[in-house]
């Protein structure tokens, strides 16, 4: 067990958790590491997460709840961060579960480290049947080798399973102004900062699965959000002035994309292998022309491995290398 002094402020959001809140309390109570406080938000429950939450609180001096002066996830943990004194910040979820040596593992993933970001490995559980999609969701977010170039593919780092020192909030970013997808935006935010991603192999995350989900009802996380969300900072972070972007694939999320280029006032073209997918009003162009001297993103990458090494070879030979003028989205 580490003999660190060093206080860890736990940041959770609280909606409508109660059937799984017990469960999580009670992992974060086991913990290894046992310098931390955790500040709950009760984020307008209608049902009894405030209770059991105030019941903890009588239990364990280290827990202190609160009320969401305002509404929502970005609230919630901005008002946490408020009220929180210690100098590593992690973030939890209400109905997830911790692994027993969670804080403790990515405490020493850490370090002294100001300008990084530590996390680990996550597991999906279930009452039922994890779905298919969320397990290649972990089986993806468990195996990066190169975080700068996935991460406009999905968000990189589980929004429950990361540390970063305090001041990584008090002088880069705002926890406040956080855009929704909240948590895809603050990776976003971070890789632009330029923050190491430091991870252990170990799972120290259990992520549940339910049908009542944010991630699974909430309109801001569904794909559109997404999209516009991660073309704005790719934009900001990535595209050199007066540079195109190739859009890679004229299905339907390759028009997503135009759409919102378009919307941005950023110059594009689009290339298929097919030029007959879209409308007569839109040029498409071909694979064959694209100019590695442009950044290209490519919009459908397919699940048959097969393929995706086909692709890779192709966007190789043209002379694109993936996280410098080549992205997955």
């Known amino acids: 067990m580490l003999t660190i002094n060093n206080k860890v402020s736990i940041l959770m959001p609280v909606k409508d958790a109660a059937l799984y809140l017990s469960d999580c309390l009670h ?3 086991k913990q290894t590491y046992s310098n931390w406080e955790l500040i709950a938000v009760d984020d307008h429950s209608i049902d009894d997460s ?3 939450l105030k019941g903890f609180e009588k239990d364990d001096e280290r827990i202190k709840i609160l009320k969401n002066n305002g509404n929502g996830i970005v609230d919630s943990i901005s008002q946490a961060f ?3 004194n210690g100098e590593f910040i992690h973030r939890m979820d209400a109905d997830d579960i911790m692994s027993l040596e969670k804080l403790e593992i990515l405490v020493k993933t850490l370090g002294e ?3 990084a970001i530590a996390t680990a490995n996550v597991k999906y559980f279930s009452d039922k049947t994890v779905s298919q999609g969320y397990l290649a969701y972990e089986n993806w977010i468990n195996n990066i080798e190169d975080y700068s170039a996935e991460v406009y593919r999905e968000c990189t780092i589980a929004s429950p399973n990361w540390l970063v020192h305090r001041s990584s909030f008090e002088k880069v970013i705002s926890l406040s102004k956080l855009e929704y997808p909240e948590d895809y935006d603050l990776v976003l935010k971070w890789h632009a900062q330029g923050f190491e991603v430091l991870k252990s192999n170990s799972v120290t995350h259990l992520w549940r699965e339910h049908p009542a989900r944010t991630s699974r009802n909430s309109d801001i996380y569904q794909q559109e959000s997404f999209f516009r969300l991660k073309l704005k900072h790719f934009c900001q972070n990535e595209l050199k002035d007066g540079e195109q972007i190739q859009i890679v694939g ?3 999320k390759g028009k ?5 280029l378009q919307e941005l006032n950023v110059d594009h073209k689009c290339f ?8 007569s009003n839109i040029d498409l162009f071909h694979l064959s022309d694209l100019n590695p001297t442009q950044c290209a993103l490519l919009t459908n990458w397919p699940a048959d491995m097969n393929l995706r090494g086909e692709i890779d070879a192709f966007m190789k030979a043209k002379l694109f290398k993936r996280g ?3 992205w997955i989205l």
């Open 324 to 326: 410098e003028n080549f």
């Open 272 to 279: 298929d292998m097919n030029l007959n997918r879209v409308s």
């Open 50 to 52: 405030y209770e059991l």
């Open 82 to 84: 408020e009220s929180s």
């Open 27 to 29: 992992s974060i109570l």
């Open 256 to 260: 997503l994309v135009k759409t919102i």
């Open 250 to 252: 004229a299905g339907k």
């Open 113 to 115: 480290r100001t300008d």
